[in-house]
């Protein structure tokens, strides 16, 4: 190898290459410029565009499962926000009118909680303020939090009627989440009953599950003995030295022993009757006791009663048991509990734990009352009273309902326990009636908003049916409804159907009442003579119709009840209920009066077509959701549902405050922008719990990294490309009409993937072609030819006609995810007013770029690349060459099949060399370099002969031979000869 005369000065060619010219910036700068974009946006108004651009498509609807309008938003409101857009965005551009509507929940606890804590600060009681004006209150602190949260939300990139949303709490929404509630007890849905409901002392109202989480609580645990009155129906024999047994309950809450009505048992469990033969002195389990036990928990039960000797007396079989009474443990206390207590067969005991008997107090527990109601008709005509205690009232003190106890408290208002326990084992422990007494740490039920434990407690609540007649036609139920309606719906993932499935198939009537202020009221007037409700169509009418002019506050003013009532009725006939609804009726019936308001909202359809909420929503908003619309018309107000998990920290651990492990999304915005937070959404697996942690957003920024240098380097490129010098598909080299064929591929995988919601497959096989086939392989290749070659090179004009291709469809498959850098590098290559990535539709690619035969063979080339580049490595490593351009190895192919596909290209360009040798004849030299990966191909390393060209760099032969441009190669000289003559 020669280069030019020794000390000679080359000419700088650098002006005469055709180099990328661009204004788009290598680095993003997107905290700073993100919200430009949003204000050309705004002001374009490019949501409006859309819907006309749209009008003539087929509706696709994703509806906003509201959040609660009470705080900024956090990262899981990020994560299903861009979730959503997602959705929205790709639909759009795939063809359907994807309008998206966002909205707000603003009733409800959490904000009434606030306006309380405001007016105990200011030492002002809440019951002394008009209901009117401090519902305003609530009103005005809910509104407060949608215009910041709205801005959030906007922040982040997405896209959405946010001029027009909708609210809970507005007018129209009001009168339909009343009339909603008027249908269902039209159709004889709801009912106001008496059951066991988690209630919050602190909240002072009724929870629904999915306002319940569990966390770690230490429970008193107690061992009490009820006195046997009649074993197996007989009384015991009485007279000196004959003991009476006893049946032995466990419990973790001591407090619901005064509401104990019975003990359940299960015939599928073997007991027997045991008797205490040494025990210390003074122990509760006292010798000669004898206790009826599980015998699976006999040893266990006497480990935790300190008894040290105890005898199994006989078998005691399940007909025994059946026809068992005992004495209350607290007989005599106060003058109450003097009633029997009776054994009664049920299916939810279990040798599990405790004793394998279950005290059964029917006013706080679920299977309690179920078992207790399922036997009152056989217990009332065996004369025990069926009647059900309220022995605690909504502030957690005991009522005159549990005697010797009053004053005592449960819970106090700070969440904390108050001496109820305490009393209860004391005045057990008076009457002889402890076995042992302990605690356990375990999982119990909290609210979610104040974070305090909560109790299972008998009050009188309003409910719907889910397993009656609806308008009394037989099986035709809620519950059957609910069913039908999941089977027909689409999940995304598939698990979400079972789940759902099987909280709708175990679930209790739905309670609907809520004992407070905010909120849309209980729309019922209760006959007080027959307490039946009443169903007049033209007092429903003035109830909607009045919260359309006041909003729900018109239930609350002076006068309402005759003025909803009318002539037609007297107001002191009738109960005006003051409960409030469950804010998941609320947000449940949002499909009525947001899918269904065409006037508002013309773009919108029902059933939606999809409801994406977190995984938790499958006992929430999908839950009430779908039973709300089967209650009022008979199916599902979504046709698919997509479930996401939660935002886990770097580690895999839940995100607290404690543990000062949360990211806040306005941090990444602030330091990085949206679009990585976007492209950290789009790359997760939203299925599973997804992690975020400082080591993972600098990952997603790396890789938008490697995304933006590709996207700049193609605008660059494309700065010398002109429309007429496109070339026809049939005209283009090899190369070109493969990376064509890899966008017709991924053309079909792309919108596969936006069809199926998988971002993550988006961004993977994206990034893939753009970091591997295009920046180190297709771009590397042709860096010469469209730096170098003649303005007349077909190569050239082919390469830069699939840049544009290569462009055109990247800018709109990313756009849904990279909002904001796709406009920007949209705008980079069409500036002109009014152009926007987001009015695109994805472009269609043909069909006739696929060419499977030829992907086949240069699969085949570039795997012989690949062994010349591995042999090229080593010579840089060796310092033999500096770069590939001063090599021309000798390939020695033996494999047919390769040979034939390498013949007939130019192998030295498509491995970047200055000239190759390809030998399908000789040996394999002891030193050339091989893959085992690729049998049949050797290189052998040589350096190229010649002289270098000044401008392109290669090492050729024929630098020289032209006598205008001496230096530089012939192919160059025409390229410096084609630009002179056009003026460059």
Known sequence: MTDTAAGAAETDYSATLFLPETNFPMRAGLPEREPGWLKRWEEMDIYALQREQAKDRPIFTIHDGPPYANGNIHIGHALNKTLKDLVSRSMQMMGYNSAYVPGWDCHGLPIEWKIEEQYRAKGKDKNEVPVVEFRQECRTFAEQWVDVQREEFKRLGVLGEWDNPYLTMSFDAEAQIARELMKVASTGQLYRGSKPVMWSVVERTALAEAEIEYADYESDTIWVKFPVSRFGGVEPASGSGVVRPYVVIWTTTPWTIPANRAISFSSKIAYSLYRVTAAPEGNWAAVGEQYVLADKLAAEVMQKAKVEAYERVFAVKADMLAGTVTEHPLRGLGGGYNFDVPLLDGEHVTDDAGTGFVHTAPGHGLDDFGIWMDSARLLGEKGIDTAIPYIVGDDGFYTSEAPGLEGARVIDDNGKKGDANNRVIAALAERNAMVARGRVKHQYPHSWRSKKPVIFRNTPQWFVYMDRDIDGKAGDTLRHRALNAIDATKFYPSAGQNRLRAMIADRPDWVLSRQRAWGVPITVFVNKATNDILKDDLVNH??????????????????????????????????????????????????????????????????????????????????SSLLESCATNGHAPYESVLTHGFTMDGEGRKMSKSLGNTVAPQDIIKQYGADILRLWVASSDYSEDLRLGKEIIQTTVDSYRKLRNTLRWLLGNIAHYQPSDEVRFEDMPELEKLML?????????????????????????????????????????RKDTLYCDPISSVKRKASLTVLNHLLDCLTAWLAPILVFTMEEVWLERHPEAGSSVHLRLFPE???????????AKWQLVRAVRRVVTGALEIE???????????????????????????????????????????DTTGGVPADAFVLDDVPGVAVVAALAEGTRCARSWKVLPEVGSDPQFPDVSLRDAQALRERAAVGL
Do not use: C
């Not at 792309?750 to 893939?768: C, F, M, Q, S």
């Not at 690619?845 to 992907?855: G, K, T």
């Not at 000798?890 to 060399?913: C, K, Y």
């Open 542 to 623: 003035r109830i909607a119709q009045s919260f359309e002019e006041e909003g729900a506050d018109a239930w609350y003013k002076p006068g309402a009840a005759q003025r909803y009532l009318g002539d037609g009725y007297k107001a002191d006939d009738y109960e005006m209920v003051t409960d409030v609804l469950d804010v998941w009726f609320d947000s449940g019936s949002t499909h009525s009066f947001v899918l269904r308001n065409k006037q508002k909202w013309p773009h919108l359809k029902f059933p939606a077509s999809m409801y994406l909420e977190g995984s938790d929503q499958h006992r929430g908003w999908f839950h």
């Open 876 to 918: 840089r490593r060796e310092k033999r060459i500096g770069s590939s351009l001063e090599a021309a190895p000798r390939v020695i192919i033996s494999d047919a099949r390769l040979a034939a596909a390498i013949d007939g290209l130019d192998m030295a360009e498509i491995s970047i060399t200055s000239a190759i040798v390809i």
């Open 845 to 855: 690619v043909p069909s006739e770029w696929l060419n499977d035969e030829l992907a």
């Open 741 to 781: 064929h890899r966008l017709a591929q991924l053309d079909a995988q792309v919108r596969g993937a936006y069809k199926e919601y998988d971002y993550r497959k988006i961004v993977t096989v994206l990034t893939n072609f753009m970091n591997i086939e295009l920046s180190a392989f297709y771009f590397d290749i």
